[in-house]
C-alpha cells in the first residue's frame, strides 16, 4: 500500500461516499480518446493477492467535444463515457467509481514541506501551505496532495500537492454523474503517469527520470528525483502535427498519414525512408525542447540529480523507432514506458500499444489502493 494520499478532493466538492464493496476503475480522457482500464486484486490458490486486467477500453473522442478545461456537449461526453464502460473488453466494466485525471495544461503540481505535525492536522498544514505556491485563489481550487516517503535528512513531512480550477473539476464530475458514475478522486495527469510506471515505489537514487508524455495536441516533460515529481512542464510537440505534415507532404488522407506515421515511423528500410525525413525535421524542435527542460532543472535545483533515463509515453510513443532516434540525439538512455509489469493482462490487450494508456494504468493502480482484496469469498481492505 502506498503512501496516504489526500481526501480534500472528495470533501471540497461534496463527493459522496463509497460504498467500499464495489471496485472502481481508471478513466483518462484524453486529446483524441478515452481509456478505461479496471484492475483487480484477486488470490490465486497459492500466493499473495494479485493484480489482474479485468477489463479495458479506448474509444475516440468525437472533435468539439472536449475543449482545454471544458466539456463543450455535456449529454454527447455522458454517452460516450457510457459507451465506454458498456463495450469494454473482454467484458463490461460494472464498477460505479471512478479515478479520473485531469489533462496536464489544466493543473497544478508541486512538491512542498509543513513542519511535523499531528497525523489530523496534516490536512489542514497542507492546505495552508499550498496557498503560497498553487497560481488561483484556494477558494476556487480543488486540492488533492500525497505524502512522501521521507528521505534520512528529512525533518519536515513532504508532500506532492495538485491543483485544479474548481469550475473545471465540478464539469467533468457532474457530467460523469449523469452517467451513473462516482467520482472518488480526480488527479493532476503527472501523478498517473508516475505511478502508472511505478516510479514512486522506487527508492531515491543517483539519477533522476524523466518521463515524455507524446500526446495529440500537446506534449509534456516530467522529471522525478529524490522520491517526487520536481518538474513538470509543456512542450511544443504535438503528435497531430506530424500527422498534418505527412498528410500534406504525400497528399493522404489523414487516417492513412496516422496509420503511416506509426507503422513506418523512423525506420530507413520502411515506406522506402519517405516517413523518416519528414518525423525527423519535427523532432529537432522536440530534442531542443527536451534539453531546455533538462538544463531547467538542473539550473533550479542544484542539489538534484541528472536525469539518467527518459521514458516516453502517449500515442506518439508508439511509433517505430522514435526511441532509439531520440537515444541516439540526447546521449541519453530512452525506452518506451511499459505500464504492464506487475499484473496479468488479457490476452485481447495491445501490448504494443502499452505506452498509450500508462495514465489510465496509473489511475486504475490508485482505485486499487480504496478497494477490497477478494479473498476467499471474503472482502476486506487493502
Excluded at 478515452?34 to 483487480?40: F, M, N, Q, S
Excluded at 464539469?171 to 510506471?197: K, M, P, Q, W, Y
Excluded at 498528410?247 to 513506418?264: G, Q
Aim: hydrophobic letters at 45%; a negative charge.
Amino acid at each position: 500500500m502506498g503512501p496516504p494520499e489526500g481526501q480534500l478532493a472528495r470533501n471540497q466538492i461534496n463527493m459522496p461516499l463509497l460504498d467500499f464493496s464495489t471496485h472502481a476503475f481508471g478513466l483518462d480522457i484524453g486529446d483524441r480518446s478515452i481509456k478505461a482500464v479496471e484492475l483487480r486484486l484477486s488470490r490465486f490458490s497459492i500466493g499473495k493477492p494479485r493484480l489482474t486486467m479485468h477489463a479495458w477500453n479506448e474509444i475516440p473522442i468525437p472533435e468539439g467535444m472536449f475543449s482545454p478545461g471544458k466539456i463543450e456537449r455535456p449529454a454527447e461526453a455522458a454517452a460516450l463515457l457510457r459507451s465506454v464502460v458498456q463495450t469494454a473488453t473482454p467484458k463490461p466494466i460494472r464498477p460505479r467509481a471512478v479515478v479520473l485525471s485531469l489533462p496536464e495544461s489544466t493543473t497544478f503540481v508541486k512538491t512542498i514541506e509543513i513542519p511535523r505535525v499531528p497525523r489530523e492536522q496534516v490536512a489542514l498544514a497542507i492546505a495552508r501551505e499550498s496557498e503560497e505556491h498553487i497560481p488561483l485563489p484556494l477558494a476556487e481550487a480543488i486540492l488533492d496532495w500525497q505524502l512522501l516517503v521521507p528521505l534520512e535528512q528529512d525533518k519536515t513531512i513532504r508532500a506532492i500537492v495538485a491543483a485544479a480550477p474548481r469550475a473545471l473539476v465540478e464539469n467533468f464530475v457532474t457530467t460523469l454523474e449523469d452517467t451513473g458514475l462516482i467520482v472518488l478522486a480526480v488527479e493532476a495527469e503527472a501523478l498517473s503517469l508516475v505511478r502508472g510506471l511505478l516510479l514512486e515505489d522506487l527508492l531515491p537514487g543517483d539519477n533522476a527520470i524523466g518521463i515524455l508524455d507524446l500526446g495529440a495536441t500537446r506534449s509534456n516533460i516530467i522529471i522525478f528525483d529524490e522520491g517526487t515529481i520536481q518538474l513538470s512542464t509543456s512542450i511544443r510537440f504535438s503528435g497531430d502535427t506530424v500527422t498534418k505534415m505527412i498528410a500534406e507532404r504525400l497528399n493522404i488522407s489523414w487516417e492513412d498519414a496516422e496509420k503511416i506515421k506509426i507503422e513506418c515511423g523512423l525506420e530507413p528500410e520502411r515506406c522506402e525512408n519517405r516517413i523518416r525525413p519528414i518525423i525527423a525535421t519535427i523532432l529537432s524542435d522536440l530534442v531542443s525542447d527536451i534539453r531546455t527542460a533538462l538544463n531547467a532543472y538542473r539550473q533550479s535545483k542544484t542539489d538534484g540529480h541528472p536525469v539518467g533515463l527518459l521514458y516516453i509515453t502517449g500515442g506518439s510513443a508508439n511509433a517505430t523507432m522514435i526511441d532509439t532516434f531520440l537515444r541516439q540525439k540526447l546521449h541519453l538512455k530512452v525506452h518506451r514506458a511499459n505500464p504492464l509489469r506487475g499484473f496479468l493482462t488479457p490476452a485481447s490487450f495491445p501490448a504494443e500499444r502499452a505506452a498509450s494508456f500508462t495514465t489510465a494504468i496509473g489511475l486504475a493502480r490508485r482505485a486499487t489502493r480504496y478497494l477490497p482484496v477478494e479473498t476467499e469469498g471474503a472482502l476486506s481492505l487493502s
